[in-house]
Every structure is written in structure tokens, then in C-alpha cells.
């Protein structure tokens, strides 16, 4: 699929958390959303303050898809529906953080490591969109990395999607948003390539391509 300014072009096995949430429903006390949205990370894990009980309620049913169909995301420890956000198992690093601690602009090897992991992002990314689901805002600091597993955190802007895999506009319709977010992504993390490096330099094309493959489209579409 071609490639344009925001991304491709004319594109258009654990538990069920919604059983551990079942009585979500049932909370009454809610008292509305909070004034700011805030995205916390210290040793009691990662929290997402969410703005509306609705947007909670989303997150998880989100959440426990993603589990059921063998995507990473971080154990969920509770929910607090009063103050309105999703507290996560602690565990990991962010994307982010990797691509800019101190010792990644001098080795080499650990910049090489970092670019191994955007296929990885990539056909992690394609997997939620095979799902119908918009992470929404999948910045290098929504993508966690824990040993051999990347995941997605933050889904407060995620959201469902009925998409026709047939058309290249529909698809490019439903995700342009992330594409977006994931062109910023692949350019914070190659921007780290040194001149001296002889490290493969990969592609926006080849990234996005990446995401692709994991469309239910057809092999036409895909090679556009």
C-alpha cells in the first residue's frame, strides 16, 4: 500500500478481565471525570487516569480482547471507578524511555537492538488493527517492551472500528489517526542511527508493511 505524509495512502491466554470486572456496571458512585488526563510510571506501575466512567468501561473490554487474542498488554490490578482510572502490574519499560536513556547514543549494538524491536511494533500494531481496534494513540510512550513481549498501554482514545477490508480508502479512513502517531514512532527511534553504524537502516515503507501484512486483505491490497 503507498505511503503518504501520515503513514500508507489510500489504505483506507490471560484471563477475561470483563469477568473480573463484571459488576462495573453496577457502581453507582461515579461522580464524573477528572479536569486532566495523566499518565503516572513508578514502582506501583503504570496508571491511566481516564476522563469518563464510559471511557473505562471501554478500556477494559478492550483490554480483556487484546488478552484473549494473545496480545500483550500489562495484568490489570484494579479499577477505581470513583477517581475514574486503571491501575497496571508495574513490570517493563516504555518505548520511549528505551530510545532515550543516556547509553543508547554511544553503543551501537543497543541502537541496533532498538530498530529490531519496530517489526516487532509493527506486527503487534497490525494484530490490534486485525481486531478492528484503534489504539488511538500508540506514541512511543503507549508501547511497553517486558523481555520478549510488546504490548500496548493507555486506551483511553482506543476504540472500535467496522472496517471493509476490501477497500483501500476505508482502511486508510479507519486508522489514519494511528498512522499518524506511528510514522512520529519509527522516526524517534532511527534518528538514534549513527553514520558510523553499520546497522540496516530500515524503512518507513518496510515498517508500515510490517503492519499490513497483519490485515485480512488481500495479498493485491497489501503489495499497493
Given at each position: 500500500?503507498?505511503?503518504?505524509?501520515?503513514?500508507?495512502?489510500?489504505?483506507?491466554?490471560?484471563?477475561?478481565?470483563?469477568?473480573?470486572?463484571?459488576?462495573?456496571?453496577?457502581?453507582?458512585?461515579?461522580?464524573?471525570?477528572?479536569?486532566?488526563?495523566?499518565?503516572?510510571?513508578?514502582?506501583?506501575?503504570?496508571?491511566?487516569?481516564?476522563?469518563?466512567?464510559?471511557?473505562?468501561?471501554?478500556?477494559?473490554?478492550?483490554?480483556?480482547?487484546?488478552?484473549?487474542?494473545?496480545?500483550?498488554?500489562?495484568r490489570v490490578k484494579y479499577v477505581d471507578y470513583?477517581?475514574?482510572?486503571?491501575?497496571?502490574?508495574?513490570?517493563?519499560?516504555?518505548?520511549?524511555?528505551?530510545?532515550?536513556?543516556?547509553?543508547?547514543?554511544?553503543?551501537?549494538?543497543?541502537?541496533?537492538?532498538?530498530?529490531?524491536?519496530?517489526?516487532?511494533?509493527?506486527?503487534?500494531?497490525?494484530?490490534?488493527?486485525?481486531?478492528?481496534?484503534?489504539?488511538?494513540?500508540?506514541?512511543?510512550?503507549?508501547?511497553?517492551?517486558?523481555?520478549?513481549?510488546?504490548?500496548?498501554?493507555?486506551?483511553?482514545?482506543?476504540?472500535?472500528?467496522?472496517?471493509?477490508?476490501?477497500?483501500?480508502?476505508?482502511?486508510?479512513?479507519?486508522?489514519?489517526?494511528?498512522?499518524?502517531?506511528?510514522?512520529?514512532?519509527?522516526?524517534?527511534?532511527?534518528?538514534?542511527?549513527?553514520?558510523?553504524?553499520?546497522?540496516?537502516?530500515?524503512?518507513?515503507?518496510?515498517?508500515?508493511?510490517?503492519?499490513?501484512?497483519?490485515?485480512?486483505?488481500?495479498?493485491?491490497?497489501?503489495?499497493?
Open positions: 500500500m503507498a505511503l503518504g505524509r501520515r503513514g500508507p495512502r489510500n489504505l483506507p491466554k490471560e484471563k477475561n478481565l470483563e469477568k473480573e470486572f463484571k459488576n462495573a456496571n453496577s457502581i453507582k458512585h461515579f461522580t464524573g471525570g477528572v479536569s486532566q488526563t495523566k499518565k503516572l510510571r513508578g514502582n506501583k506501575g503504570f496508571v491511566s487516569l481516564l476522563e469518563k466512567k464510559e471511557k473505562v468501561d471501554n478500556s477494559i473490554k478492550i483490554i480483556s480482547t487484546l488478552s484473549r487474542n494473545g496480545i500483550y498488554v500489562p470513583q477517581n475514574s482510572f486503571i491501575h497496571f502490574e508495574s513490570g517493563g519499560i516504555t518505548f520511549h524511555e528505551l530510545i532515550n536513556r543516556q547509553w543508547v547514543k554511544y553503543s551501537g549494538q543497543r541502537r541496533k537492538k532498538i530498530l529490531q524491536l519496530l517489526p516487532k511494533i509493527a506486527r503487534v500494531i497490525g494484530k490490534i488493527h486485525r481486531l478492528e481496534i484503534l489504539p488511538g494513540h500508540p506514541h512511543s510512550g503507549n508501547i511497553i517492551i517486558k523481555g520478549n513481549k510488546v504490548g500496548v498501554i493507555d486506551f483511553k482514545s482506543a476504540g472500535k472500528k467496522i472496517v471493509n477490508w476490501n477497500s483501500e480508502e476505508a482502511i486508510a479512513s479507519a486508522f489514519n489517526d494511528d498512522y499518524f502517531w506511528l510514522r512520529r514512532l519509527f522516526l524517534s527511534a532511527v534518528t538514534l542511527r549513527s553514520p558510523k553504524d553499520k546497522i540496516l537502516h530500515p524503512t518507513l515503507k518496510s515498517f508500515f508493511s510490517k503492519i499490513i501484512s497483519q490485515y485480512p486483505c488481500t495479498p493485491e491490497l497489501k503489495r499497493k
